[in-house]
C-alpha cells in the first residue's frame, strides 16, 4: 500500500467526504467524517459510505519541522527520503533550507508525477545571509538593496518561510523579519556567530544557537562548536534565554538528535557500540537479487559514499550478502565512527567514491 498510494486527498470533495472501511485506534471498519478540513466524528461504518480508501489505518501524521532534503544528483536518494519519512510517520517537512536549488524540485517531481508517495514539503528555499556565500542557494544582503527586495527574490525562487543565516547584523534580521510578516512569512534561522539570542531577534531559532555566548565561544563561528560549546551554559545563562524568548516570543526548533550526534561523532569508537541492532530492521530483508531500485545507484561492487553536509552526516551503504548483485539502501545514523565500524563488521570497507558535497 505504501507503494500504491490511495487517491490524493485533493482529489476528494474538498468540504464534505467521508473515508468509509478504516481503522481507527486499533478498531477496524470505521468511517472517519470530515468537513470543511476538519474531522468532525468517527462512526461505524454503513452503507453508502465512501470505501475508496478500504483496508487503511488512520494515525496521526508526524510534522518534521527541520530537515534538509538531499540534493538530486547522482545518488538519487530522493525517493528513498520520502519513503523513510513515510515509514518512521512523518507526513509533513519542513524544508529549512534547499542547498542547491535541487533538493525541493526533485521531491515535489516525485509526487506530483506519482511515482512515489511522500510527505508534504513546506519550503525555505534559499538561504539569506551577508557574504561569504556559503551554499550556492544563497541570496547574499549587499546593501543598499532593500529587506523587501531580498524577501520578494526568495519567494521569486520558491520560498514559504523565509531562512535567515549568517553573518546577518541584528537591523539586517529585523528588516527581513518585518518584510517577511508583510507577505505573511514566518522568518527562521541561526543565530548569527557574533550575536546572542537575546539580542539577535530571530523569530524562530534553529539548534538552540545562541545560546552559549559568543564571548563564552571566543567568537567561534563554526557550526560545531556553536553546536556543542556548552563548557559555559549554566543554570543562570538558561534563565537568561528563557526569558528572552518569553519577552520577545522567540520559538525554538532544537534539532537536540543532530546536537547529539555531533557530539557522539567525537567519542573514540568502542566495540559495544558496533552490533547488528544498528543496522535498521528493514535491512535484514534485502536479498540478493532484489536491489531497490529507481531510488540509489546501482553500484558494482560493496562501498561506503560518504555525504557530509557540516552538521548533518548521512552515509549511503551498499550490502552484497555473498552475491554478485549488490541490493543499496540508505539510512541516517547518529555517529560517523560508528559507521565505519559496523560496516566493516559487514565486511563493506568504505571506498571513497564521491567527494562530500560543499
Given at each position: 500500500m505504501l507503494l500504491s498510494p490511495p487517491v490524493p486527498l485533493?482529489?476528494?470533495?474538498?468540504?464534505?467526504c467521508d473515508f468509509g472501511g478504516v481503522s481507527v485506534g486499533g478498531v477496524p471498519d470505521r468511517t472517519i467524517s470530515?468537513?470543511?478540513?476538519?474531522?468532525?466524528?468517527?462512526?461505524?461504518?454503513?452503507?453508502?459510505?465512501?470505501?475508496?480508501?478500504?483496508?487503511?489505518?488512520?494515525?496521526?501524521?508526524?510534522?518534521?519541522s527541520h530537515q534538509h532534503l538531499p540534493p538530486d544528483n547522482a545518488l538519487r536518494l530522493t525517493g528513498l527520503f520520502c519513503l523513510l519519512n513515510l515509514m518512521h510517520g512523518v507526513t509533513s517537512v519542513l524544508e529549512a533550507g534547499d542547498s542547491d536549488a535541487s533538493a525541493v524540485p526533485a521531491a515535489r517531481r516525485l509526487l506530483a508525477e506519482g511515482l512515489l508517495p511522500g510527505p508534504r514539503v513546506v519550503a525555505?528555499?534559499?538561504?539569506?545571509a551577508?557574504?561569504?556565500?556559503?551554499?550556492?542557494?544563497?541570496?547574499?544582503?549587499?546593501?543598499?538593496?532593500?529587506p523587501t527586495t531580498v524577501v520578494q527574490a526568495a519567494v521569486d525562487r520558491g520560498a514559504q518561510v523565509i531562512k535567515l543565516y549568517e553573518a546577518l547584523t541584528r537591523s539586517d534580521i529585523a528588516g527581513l523579519s518585518a518584510a517577511a510578516a508583510d507577505r505573511g512569512?514566518?522568518?527562521?534561522?541561526?543565530?548569527?556567530?557574533?550575536?546572542?539570542?537575546?539580542?539577535?531577534?530571530?523569530?524562530?531559532?534553529?539548534?538552540?544557537?545562541?545560546?552559549?555566548?559568543?564571548?563564552?565561544?571566543?567568537?567561534?563561528?563554526?557550526?560545531?562548536?556553536?553546536?556543542?560549546d556548552w563548557h559555559a551554559v549554566d543554570e543562570s545563562r538558561l534563565e537568561s534565554v528563557v526569558a528572552a524568548s518569553v519577552d520577545q516570543g522567540i520559538a525554538h526548533t532544537p534539532t537536540l538528535v543532530v546536537t547529539e550526534g555531533v557530539l557522539r561523532a567525537q567519542e573514540p569508537v568502542r566495540p559495544s557500540h558496533c552490533s547488528r541492532a544498528s543496522i535498521p530492521t528493514w535491512c535484514g530483508t534485502v536479498?540478493?537479487?532484489?536491489?531497490?531500485?529507481?531510488?540509489?545507484?546501482?553500484?558494482?561492487?560493496?562501498?561506503?559514499?560518504?555525504?557530509s553536509r557540516r552538521s548533518s552526516i548521512s552515509w549511503l551503504v551498499c550490502i552484497?550478502?555473498?552475491?554478485?548483485?549488490?541490493?543499496?539502501?540508505?539510512?541516517?545514523?547518529p555517529t560517523f565512527p560508528q559507521e565505519r565500524a559496523f560496516s566493516a563488521r559487514w565486511s563493506c570497507s568504505p571506498v571513497p567514491a564521491l567527494r562530500p558535497q560543499r
Open positions: 485533493d482529489a476528494l470533495p474538498p468540504n464534505s470530515v468537513r470543511h478540513g476538519a474531522i468532525v466524528s468517527i462512526r461505524a461504518g454503513a452503507p453508502g459510505d465512501d470505501r475508496r480508501f478500504a483496508g487503511s489505518v488512520i494515525t496521526p501524521g508526524l510534522i518534521d525555505c528555499g534559499p538561504f539569506i551577508r557574504p561569504p556565500r556559503e551554499w550556492p542557494n544563497t541570496i547574499l544582503l549587499e546593501d543598499p538593496v532593500s512569512l514566518r522568518a527562521i534561522g541561526h543565530v548569527p556567530a557574533a550575536l546572542d539570542i537575546e539580542e539577535a531577534g530571530v523569530p524562530e531559532v534553529q539548534h538552540f544557537f545562541g545560546v552559549p555566548t559568543a564571548h563564552s565561544r571566543r567568537g567561534a563561528a563554526g557550526l560545531l562548536a556553536r553546536l556543542a536479498r540478493p537479487g532484489s536491489p531497490i531500485t529507481g531510488i540509489c545507484p546501482r553500484l558494482t561492487s560493496p562501498c561506503c559514499v560518504s555525504h552484497a550478502p555473498v552475491s554478485p548483485c549488490s541490493s543499496e539502501l540508505t539510512y541516517n545514523s
